[in-house]
């Protein structure tokens, strides 16, 4: 006759103890860790806000009035640094394509830097803090400069150390828009036809499309700076890679995220301190003026 005989499970090794214990005095759970120090921030909040309304004043202009416009007007703070892009270049392509492509192009980080070494963690790799300084202060100088550029900015450079003024063959580097201003370009590649010759709506029966395409504006508000966004950034991770600053997928994210960052930040303190009266480059106060 068979006889059962009960199995008795194995110890489980002091090791094995040990690592599970260590995991869960790791954790940190949603409540309390989280949500105690969340709420301890939003009464703080509450009452610094609280305090600073009873003894601070408002700064507050006159009523509203819809047929004055302020000059200048300008968007909300986290819509500055887009409304400083629509200076620079074609309104669509500012407002929607850059935003879009920009959302894009973050959504798809996980995705390119596929690696599950360091998650989590700030700095992880060796090199990250050398490439985020790098990053930050290369795209601050970069737009800078480009805006400078653009406000013509070297031209009165230029006339003030010299004492002369801005030589008129070179008038086409005054700004980017000066491209399309001081040279003469023919009426042809002004007003490209496309309407008739390419977008032939007529053939399927619609409206005819009355579109002339102004090569020039194009150039300006479209190629130059489509070619400034994608080039230099690329320009930028060519020379980190060949330098051997940047030596892995995730240098190089870290490298291009922590140049938005700082492109982002520049645009919108620009946008909110530097433009003035008809969105001129100069100091602007962000107070009302309080007689």
């Keep these: 006759m068979a006889v059962a005989r009960t199995v008795q499970p194995e110890p489980v ?12 005095e790791e954790e940190l759970l949603v409540w309390p860790d989280l949500v105690f120090v969340e709420f301890i921030s939003a009464v703080l909040f509450t009452i610094t806000l609280t305090i600073l309304a009873v003894l601070v004043d408002a700064i507050l202009l006159d009523q509203a009035n819809p047929n004055v416009t302020p000059n200048p007007s300008k968007a909300p703070w986290y819509f500055l640094n887009l409304q400083e892009l629509l200076l620079h270049m074609h309104p669509a392509l500012a407002g929607v394509i850059v935003p879009t492509i920009a959302l894009a192009a973050l959504a798809a980080m996980p995705y390119f ?3 599950n ?6 700095f992880a790799t060796a090199r990250s803090k ?12 970069g737009t800078v400069l480009l805006i400078l550029f653009d406000a013509s900015k070297h031209v009165q450079v230029y006339e003030r150390v010299t004492g002369a003024e801005w030589p008129s063959a070179l008038n086409f580097l005054r700004s980017n828009r000066a491209l399309q201003t001081e040279i003469a370009w023919p009426e042809e590649l002004t007003k490209i036809p496309l309407g008739s010759r390419v977008l032939r709506t007529d053939l399927l029966g619609l409206p005819a499309v009355d579109l002339n395409v102004n090569l020039s504006a194009v150039l300006v508000e479209q190629i130059i700076p489509v070619t400034m966004m994608i080039g230099l950034p690329l320009l930028l991770s060519l020379v980190a890679w060949r330098t051997r600053v940047a030596r892995t997928r995730r240098d190089h994210m870290i490298l291009m995220f922590s140049g938005f960052i700082a492109v982002y930040v520049t645009l919108t303190v620009v946008g909110t301190f530097f433009r003035g009266a008809g969105q001129e480059l100069v100091p602007y106060g962000i107070f009302a003026h309080i007689e």
């Design 13 to 24: 090794s002091q090791a094995v103890r040990a690592r599970q214990r260590r995991q869960r």
């Design 113 to 115: 830097d596929n690696s």
């Design 117 to 122: 070494e360091g998650q989590g963690e700030w």
């Design 130 to 141: 050398t490439l985020t300084a790098i990053g930050a202060l290369v795209a601050i100088v």
